[in-house]
């Protein structure tokens, strides 16, 4: 009787029993849940294609519209590589300043996880650029299907 009273009143006992409960318990629940991501993915890839169709159709009769889609692109483009020339030469002339970011210590783990989290708005810049590019090439080739009637009559 005293063992059970002093494994109610030890925190590892409790641990040890409930924490492979919880796990027996959420293995299921994950396992549903990765199954369920290609199902997730394939709506939000649907939604995505149709928002851009959508768009695709207001914009592709207007010539200027069309230039400025293609002008965003390359704008998207230049930013995305622009950020990361600063990040190259800021990480060339300064790495110690990369080094320092974390607790004032520079050393290899913590250069990389700077590195790491520095990088971080090139990724989100890529994907903004990816995003354009991809609504500009389905925007030309939507473009390309239009078919333009000229109002002169043969005789």
Do not use: C
């Not at 939000?44 to 169709?53: E, G, I, M, V």
């Not at 230049?78 to 970011?101: A, D, K």
């Amino acid at each position: 009787m005293d063992t059970i009273l002093t494994n109610l009143n030890d925190p590892s006992w409790w641990f040890t029993g409930l924490f492979f409960v919880v796990i027996a318990l959420l293995i299921p629940k994950a396992i549903t849940f990765m199954h369920s991501i290609p199902l997730h993915a394939k709506g939000f890839k649907r939604k995505s294609k149709l928002a851009d169709l959508k768009k695709v159709k207001g914009i592709r009769h207007d010539d200027t519209k069309v230039l400025i889609e293609s002008i965003k692109t390359f704008a998207w483009m230049v930013v995305f590589i622009l950020s990361i020339l600063i990040l190259m030469y800021s990480y060339l002339t300064e790495p110690i300043w990369l080094g320092n970011t974390l607790n004032n210590t520079p050393t290899e783990k913590g250069l990389g996880v700077a590195l790491i989290a520095l990088s971080l708005p090139i990724y989100v810049l890529e994907i903004i650029y990816l995003k354009q590019d991809r609504l500009l090439k389905v925007l030309i080739k939507h473009r390309d299907k239009l078919r333009i009637t000229s109002k002169s009559t043969r005789t």
